[in-house]
């Protein structure tokens, strides 16, 4: 029997029944797949899953209270010794990401949890600090508001999350506040507020910061925006050197750190200038104490590695606080003050100076003539930059000692 075009359909007896069995097993073959394919006498041929449910009942974590899951999460998010302990949480499951990032969690966060190195900085980054900082955490205002007012170059943003933290009574965004407020960050040398920079300072003091209370020794020594009180001061100083002492032997003890070695007198207190951070921070070491060197905060180490990944200044005739430990850059030309002895080194504040003299400073600092800018005509030469005093003297070296 021939179709319209011609061709023959095939016959039942014709080969055998060999076409016939060809196309009874093409049938068979259609039909086996929509079998499998509707889901009729699959066969699994994965290896199965073990299921959640376990006798009926639904998987035991899902069972938890969201209270309960909450509250093991801010005890993580507070005690986290970096960023990637508390990350690895949120990465872990829907349901810990979205418990995770509940503003009750992000609150409580800790502040090695905002420890995130320059290398490493993102927009994600940055949405995950903003967000702990609309949580009400004091540590992420701070972060975040020193990297916007630093490196980010949104002074006001900054200025008002460092102000934020503040409020909370945060010693270190009170302290930070006071060092804009003594070289007019962000503005003009006429912005300087030298009394509101002593009262941010005597605040922070009040809360423990050693270094804010070292700063307000040193203004009270010097009269610089308060009344000169020299005895005063020098009761500042000392005590910012016994709040030190006092810091590093707790967190030494809890650490369980032998401090034996650190009260040995040594006859050569200050180290070789090759040599800086040999037996730990020699800002002690006048009184027979070689106490190791107190580390820097998160936010002032990203500083420091965010200026030095971009060649180590912060813009054309920009320097950076020459302390280490720092990280502050300069806002504009010539806001930091210099070593008035040899011109080489600046810093933001006398906290920064007196840790640096003692720690690196006094055996580079040589005394050379009137140093003179680079560039002529500059803020310097007109009278527009400061100086610090050096430590050659001998009174300085008096003071310093016990800053």
């Known amino acids: 029997m021939r179709t319209r075009r011609g061709l023959c ?74 960023p990637s302990d508390f990350i690895n949480v949120l990465i872990t499951c829907k349901r810990l990401n979205g418990l995770g990032l509940h503003s009750l969690v992000l609150s409580k966060a800790s502040q090695k949890t905002f420890a995130i190195r320059a290398k490493n900085w993102s927009d994600s980054a940055h949405r995950f600090l903003k967000q702990c900082a609309d949580a009400g955490n004091v540590e992420a205002c701070y972060s975040l508001g020193m990297i916007r007012f630093y490196c980010l170059h949104n002074g006001g943003s900054g200025a008002s999350l460092m102000a934020k933290a503040a409020i909370s009574s945060h010693a270190q965004a009170l302290y930070s506040l006071a060092v804009i407020q003594f070289n007019g960050s962000g503005g003009s040398k006429n912005d300087k507020d030298l009394r509101a920079g002593v009262a941010l300072c005597a ?20 009269g610089y925006g308060v009344r ?29 750190i032998p401090t034996r070695s650190w009260f040995t007198w040594n006859p050569h207190p200050h180290p070789h200038p090759r040599n800086i951070n040999c037996g730990g921070c020699p800002l002690l070491s006048d009184f027979g104490c070689n106490v190791p060197a107190p580390e820097a905060h998160p936010a002032s180490r990203f500083l420091a590695e965010w200026f030095a990944s971009r ?93």
């Open 9 to 82: 359909y095939p016959r039942v007896g014709c080969g055998g029944g060999g076409d016939l069995f060809l196309f009874s097993e093409k049938t068979e073959v259609v039909k086996k797949r929509m079998r499998d394919f509707s889901g009729e006498h699959m066969v699994c041929r994965k290896r199965k899953r073990n299921s959640s449910v376990v006798s009926g009942k639904s998987d035991l974590f899902d069972a938890l209270p969201d209270d309960l899951v909450i509250s093991i999460l801010c005890k993580l998010s507070s005690t986290a010794g970096c």
């Open 203 to 222: 605040r922070a003091a009040f809360l423990g910061h050693i270094d804010a209370l070292r700063e307000l020794g040193h203004c009270l020594q010097d």
């Open 311 to 403: 060649g180590g200044s912060p813009g054309q005739g920009l320097r950076l606080c020459s302390h280490v430990s720092c990280g502050r850059p300069e806002t504009r030309r010539h806001e930091f003050r210099r070593c008035s002895v040899c011109g080489t080194v600046n810093y933001c504040s006398r906290a920064c100076q007196a840790l640096d003299w003692k720690m690196r400073h006094k055996a580079d600092c040589t005394p050379t003539e009137r140093w003179v800018d680079d560039d002529e005509g500059d803020g310097a030469a007109n009278g527009d930059a400061e100086d610090y005093d050096g430590g050659v003297n001998g009174e300085n070296d008096e003071v310093i000692a016990e800053s």
């Open 228 to 256: 000169q009180n020299i005895t005063e001061g020098r009761r500042f100083l000392v005590q910012a050197n016994a709040r030190e002492l006092a810091t590093v032997i707790s967190s030494a003890s809890a650490s369980a």
